[in-house]
């Protein structure tokens, strides 16, 4: 009998070790699932591929976190060293554990000349020909690593307040963002400094971010992915000729656009099927 009862308590301590085993394998799977599911707006390092190659390329080994903080440049004025922009996402980040991203709140990317982060990636998981320019240099300014757009109902810029210090932060100051004058109506007489972001040349470093001077910053850096939108392939600029293009094989001296009404003067077109 004493036989049978030890039998029957270690075959529920087996099973409640394997039950507590499977629950504990389930809750660090869920944990690293929801690290996963809840990185969608995750800001990498300069040359990063697209995130779903990122992920598969990255070795997590740290080294570019590693270069960003050790870098020469990297230090305060009395000779102390400064937190790296590049952090290594751990438990409770909400990113790919073991996985490079930056916050600009905390540290945006100084865009350093020589990128001393990318070339020491062993993976190619920040590839270094993205970051090259046509001279073979590498060049921080073709990084895209997101691209910062403006919230303007909370910039108060756009409230009639002078405000320029995104434009300012910004190392490609009139080239990345610049600021366009617009009559306040409100007031009649003054005018509105608007700070407005080219998507063309913004490299996502996130200094406009930590700058800017509202509670919560209104202007910030996304992965370029969500802060852009897509008009769709059968919208043609028809001002534009390089564009046209698109619609057809063309070239761009043959471009003209012939309708049966552009043969006659408007005045003429204009009138027809009117009746009085
Ligand atoms: S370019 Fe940016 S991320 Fe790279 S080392 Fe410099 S500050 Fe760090
Ligand atoms: S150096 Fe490359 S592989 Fe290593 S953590 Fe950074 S991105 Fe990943
Ligand atoms: S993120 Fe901001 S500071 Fe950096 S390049 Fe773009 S506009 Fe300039």
Redesign the pocket.
């Known amino acids: 009998m004493a036989n049978s009862n030890n039998n029957r308590r270690k075959f529920m301590a087996t099973t409640l070790q394997s039950v507590g085993l499977t629950a504990l394998g389930g809750l660090l799977w869920s944990g690293y699932t929801d690290e996963v599911k809840a990185s969608p707006l995750v800001l990498r390092?300069p040359g990063a591929l697209k995130e779903e190659d990122f992920l598969k390329a990255?070795?997590?080994?740290?080294?570019?976190?590693e270069a960003c903080v050790n870098r020469d440049s990297n230090k305060n004025k009395d000779g102390s060293k400064r937190d790296g922009t590049l952090q290594m996402a751990k438990g409770g980040d909400h990113r790919m554990i073991g996985?490079?991203f930056f916050i600009p709140t905390e540290v945006p990317c100084y865009m350093c000349d020589d990128i001393p982060c990318v070339p020491?990636?062993?993976?190619g998981?920040?590839d270094e020909a993205s970051v090259t320019n046509e001279k073979g240099d590498l060049d921080i300014n073709q990084a895209r690593m997101g691209l910062a757009v403006v919230h303007k109902e909370s910039c108060i810029a756009f409230w009639g307040i002078q405000c320029d210090a995104c434009y300012r932060a910004c190392p490609l100051m009139d080239e990345a963002i610049s600021l366009e004058y617009a009559k306040n109506e409100r007031t009649g007489k003054h005018a509105f400094l608007l700070p407005v972001v080219h998507s063309d040349v913004c490299t996502g470093c996130g200094l406009c971010e930590k700058a800017c001077v509202t509670e919560k910053p209104a202007i910030f850096v996304l992965p370029t992915e969500y802060s852009t939108g897509k008009a769709g392939a059968h919208y043609v600029k028809g001002w534009d000729k390089k564009d046209q293009l698109r619609a057809g094989e063309r070239k761009l001296d043959q471009i003209e656009t012939k309708t049966e009404r552009s043969e006659e003067a408007p005045a003429d077109y204009l009138n027809t099927e009117v009746e009085y």
């Open positions: 390092p990255c070795i997590k080994c740290g080294l570019c976190a996985t490079p020491v990636c062993p993976s998981a920040l």
